[in-house]
């Protein structure tokens, strides 16, 4: 899963301030931060006894 900024960039300011309220916004961000540096910690652990495969965001209603 990934997030498509441009999408991301043409919700309107009622769903964005949703997302903030929610705590999901900063999420979002925070995962949208962290998927650049994604690919180099996969090459980074992939010969360690327990390399990445797998990332997720995990949300609860």
């Given amino acids: ?3 498509n900024e441009d999408k991301l960039a043409q919700l309107n300011a009622d769903i964005i301030h949703q997302l903030h309220t929610q705590g999901l916004l900063m999420a979002i ?10 690919n180099r910690l996969v090459q980074l652990t992939k010969n360690a006894n327990n390399p990445v495969v797998k990332i997720g965001l995990k949300t609860t209603n």
């Fill in 29 to 38: 961000n925070a995962m949208m931060l962290s998927l650049r540096q994604y």
């Fill in 1 to 3: 899963m990934t997030i």
